[in-house]
């Protein structure tokens, strides 16, 4: 087996870290449908194992890029539960101070360069950051996440092509949830596999098991290796599912309209990416006791942010009015 | 004191500054041939490595500075047209301006966009327009417009060492105008106007390449025995409103004038502070001259007839002092 070489250690941390988006994100619907949260959320329920498996093939010093479905990946690349739920809440404590919110949550210490409220915005800035390695000689790799919706836009070819021509450290990864808001993929891309874009410009294109989070972990070593040694870019297309609609709540203003079969649903909650990890690992590798643990641990993680976050101000209103321009 | 031109002006501000701080890189179209002269000789000194021949992207090449200037580099993102910035209004206006904000101030966005601004002689309405007007709408910005070869060197030397996004708009009417230029450091900061023409009788506030038709709209104005104030605010972003209404407090008319359009445009900002907060000084109503709210048209006499310029100046000053 391939994941020999994986230690049980981190095979632990990536279930924990699994784990930990999932109960974040089932508790941000919960909490968001009770009316505790401001404005909308995007949750990646489903999708635990591509955020996962890519962010940890990464170092501390190097880069994600995120999306509106943001929340997994920055937990995934070291972000802490209390400051994001505090951001979520629009409060003070929160990792932006309240001012970015469930699609703007960054943390650029962690190298986190923020979630995006545009589809296909983070192509370019990983690309970016990419050149940034590059141009200064250091050795960081981005990783920018992002979703089939994001293929169709311009800024996926922009950005693959210069990523390309320059043989820029960055790992392509498409979460292909199979829906880009209410449409299906099928019905608005050129072709079946995002994967296969990879050809028009020159670069590996890998299509993985976007629920097997140590499949995932496997082809982002390799692309991020790849990108270290100045080889370039690699694409990766992870095939996985959202559970939950586009924006939580949204049957709130869609009403009996349809857009995914109730069968399709079921299908792909049988592939979840922690039943997944548990079947393929316990009992040999952890004992039920060890996995039930880690599970307590982060419910009581999940429950002191909410805590925090609740219990944590509001900023100042004249706050609105700060951190427009860096005087250093 | 020596001469340089504009364009000079330009590739020295460029040169001093990739001198004196290896954070700094370049990326644009065509900037290793240097089309209009702005990056000539930099990839000798510089290498290619730092002077980037970005493809027709601007999208991506915008975006990827954007990026590289939340990793920690400071990048010159050189776009050729001024409409061209359509193409990475994105990158621009929702990712560079807005990234620090959202962020609760944790991200410094140090990144100067350059580009030629204006009409240039019948170059058609999509090589013709200026722009910045639609960006004064968009918090997070600073906007630059120089008006001759000392002060290009100098804000654009200020906009490359200021840790936010700035906007260099450079128009190429200037390219060949001449001007004394201080060979060491000098820096002029950002948000400071300058008065370009002492006088008594009437304020004529002109932006960027205006300034030059100002001055002789009011050589002109002086011989009917008009003594004109010309006041260049140079920054647009930071605005220097104090110089501004320290001068139409002193001639108590004011006349605004620039090439982007009426409506919405930087002109409208300016008379707008002048009537917020100058208007006890005010004899007579604030008069605007821009281009009006057409697309910059191709024809030679088509074209000539929108722009504002020197003799229309001085026909709007006189209905202003009726």
């Known amino acids: ?328 | 004191m020596r001469e340089i031109n504009f364009i000079q002006a330009i590739n020295e501000a460029l040169a001093e500054e990739l001198r004196l701080d290896p954070k700094i890189f370049m990326i644009g179209i065509d900037i290793w041939v240097g089309a209009f002269g702005a990056t000539s000789g930099l990839t000798d000194e510089f290498g290619k490595e730092r002077i980037l021949n970005a493809p027709i992207s601007e999208a991506g090449y915008a975006g990827a500075g954007v990026g590289a200037a939340m990793a920690g580099m400071r990048p010159i993102v050189e776009i050729e047209f001024a409409s061209f910035f359509y193409c990475c209004w994105d990158q621009v206006c929702n990712q560079a301006a807005k990234l620090r904000y959202m962020s609760g101030g944790q991200a410094a966005i140090p990144i100067t966009f350059r580009s030629v601004c204006g009409a240039i002689g019948s170059a058609a309405a999509q090589h013709s327009e200026t722009v910045y007007s639609q960006f004064m709408s968009v918090p997070g910005l600073k906007i630059v417009v120089p008006s001759g070869p000392r002060d290009m060197k100098g804000l654009l030397k200020s906009a490359i060492r200021d840790n936010n996004p700035v906007l260099v708009f450079e128009h190429l009417k200037l390219g060949r105008t001449k001007e004394e230029v201080p060979d060491e450091d000098s820096v002029i900061p950002l948000g400071q106007a300058e008065v370009k023409r002492e006088g008594t009788d009437v304020t004529i506030v002109a932006i960027g390449f205006m300034v030059s038709q100002a001055l002789k709209a009011a050589k002109s104005l002086e011989q009917d025995g008009i003594s004109a104030e010309v006041v260049d605010p140079r920054t647009l972003i930071p605005l220097d409103e104090e110089t501004i209404l320290a001068s139409v407090a002193k001639t108590h008319k004011v006349l605004v004038v620039d090439e982007a359009h009426l409506r919405c445009g930087a002109a409208a900002e300016i008379a707008a502070v002048i009537a917020d907060k100058g208007f006890d000084n005010l004899d007579a109503p604030i008069k605007r001259l821009t281009t009006p709210d057409v697309p910059v048209p191709f024809s030679p006499p088509l074209e000539k007839f929108v722009l504002p310029d020197d003799k229309k100046i001085v026909s709007a000053v006189k209905e202003l002092l009726g």
């Open chain 1, 1 to 328: 087996m391939a994941d020999a070489t994986i230690s049980t250690e981190k095979l632990l941390d990536m279930y924990r870290t699994m784990q930990t988006i999932r109960q974040f994100e089932s508790r941000v619907r919960d909490i968001f449908k009770e009316g505790k949260l401001p404005g909308f959320v995007h949750v990646s329920i489903g999708e635990e194992a591509s955020a996962t498996g890519g962010a940890a093939a990464l170092t501390v010093k190097d880069y994600i890029t995120s999306t509106h479905r943001g929340h997994g990946h920055l937990i995934a690349k070291g972000g802490e539960v209390k400051p994001m739920m505090a951001e979520l809440f629009g409060k003070k404590t929160g990792y932006c101070k309240g001012k970015g919110g469930s699609m703007h949550i960054a943390n650029f210490s962690l190298g986190i360069l923020g979630a995006n409220g545009i589809v296909g915005a983070g192509l370019p800035l990983a690309t970016g950051a990419a050149l940034a390695a590059k141009v200064r000689g250091s050795s960081e790799v981005a990783l920018c996440f992002f979703g089939d919706g994001a293929s169709n836009e311009g800024t996926f070819h922009e950005s693959l092509n210069i990523a390309s021509s320059w043989k820029l450290p960055v790992v392509f990864m498409c979460e292909n949830n199979l829906y880009g808001e209410f449409t299906a993929g099928k019905d608005v891309t050129s072709v079946k596999d995002i994967a296969d874009r990879a050809r028009g410009h020159d670069m590996p294109g890998v299509v993985l098991n976007g629920n097997d989070v140590v499949e995932v972990y496997e082809a982002t070593c390799q692309a991020v290796e790849r990108a270290r040694k100045g080889q370039g870019p690699t694409l990766l297309e992870c095939k996985t599912y959202r559970w939950e609609g586009h924006v939580v709540g949204e049957e709130a203003f869609l009403g009996k309209k349809s857009y995914r079969p109730a069968d399709e649903i079921e299908a792909w909650k049988k592939r979840c990416p922690l039943l997944t990890f548990e079947q393929r690992f316990v009992p040999d590798t952890f004992s039920q006791a060890e996995i039930e643990k880690v599970q307590a641990e982060v419910a009581q993680s999940i429950d002191e942010a909410v805590q925090f976050a609740q219990d944590s101000p509001y900023p100042e209103p004249e706050e609105a009015l700060e951190d427009m321009f860096s005087e250093a």
